[in-house]
């Protein structure tokens, strides 16, 4: 069974911090990897993607991989009310044409 | 625009009816993917296409059924067998390859009485 996993939070942080999400993954062999931001009763949309190691920088966001400790991470500078959401980490699986593998999501809320 | 069109957003039934959801696609992609989200919960797998005439069951299939018939198209149709029908179900597509990602559409709340 590969393995998503991700803290549900709720992490909160002040208006202006970074907001640091994390997410591990099981597969040695993934490739591709995905954050979603998914607001409140709405579907999710696609904000990063990552396939190298290192990171990977698109305005406030910030992804970051680590493929040797399995593990990929979101930043987000100057955090926002408005970024107050879910976030989902997705995962490919290399062997095959399988669906991309999803945790279930922190929590984000930026007070004011 | 392209994108992916699900409908309607919300459906009410009486429990022990069929109902289908629609799902539409006009981005060329090859798979579609069916997920089902309750409430606080994370994403979960219905069923997938990654062709025309062919579909894979996911990790909750039970009570549900597919079909895709068009590239475009992959209806949903939750049955009677569907114990717990009332969830936010969520359409998506890709291309084919390691490095696609998921578009979604809008959802569909269903809710069974």
């Known amino acids: 069974q590969k393995e998503v996993e991700q803290n549900s939070g709720p992490l909160s942080v002040p208006e202006g911090a970074i907001a640091s999400l994390n997410c591990t993954y099981s597969d040695r062999g993934s490739q591709s990897f995905f954050w979603y931001r998914q607001y409140s009763g709405k579907s999710p949309e696609l904000i990063m993607f990552i396939y190298s190691n290192g990171d990977k920088e698109d305005g406030r966001f910030t992804a970051q991989l680590n493929k040797a400790s399995q593990y990929v991470s979101l930043l987000i500078r100057d955090s926002q009310p408005s970024d107050s959401a879910t976030y989902l980490c997705?995962?490919?699986?290399?062997?095959?044409?399988?669906?991309?593998?999803f945790g279930k999501g922190t929590r984000l809320s930026v007070i004011a | 625009d392209g994108g992916i069109t699900q409908s309607p957003k919300y459906l009410f039934r009486k429990e022990g009816q069929n109902v289908t959801l629609s799902c539409e696609q006009n981005?060329?992609?090859?798979?579609m993917y069916w997920y089902r989200q309750d409430p606080g919960q994370g994403l979960r797998l219905i069923y997938y296409s990654q062709i025309v005439n062919d579909f894979q069951k996911g990790d909750i299939a039970e009570g549900y059924s597919v079909s895709r018939e068009k590239k475009e198209s992959f209806p949903l149709t939750v049955t009677s067998a569907q114990k717990n029908p009332t969830a936010f179900y969520l359409c998506a597509s890709s291309s084919t390859g390691q490095e696609s990602p998921l578009h979604f559409g809008n959802g569909t709340r269903l809710t069974v009485t």
């Open positions: 981005l060329n992609h090859d798979a």
């Open positions: 997705a995962v490919n699986v290399p062997l095959g044409n399988t669906p991309l593998v």
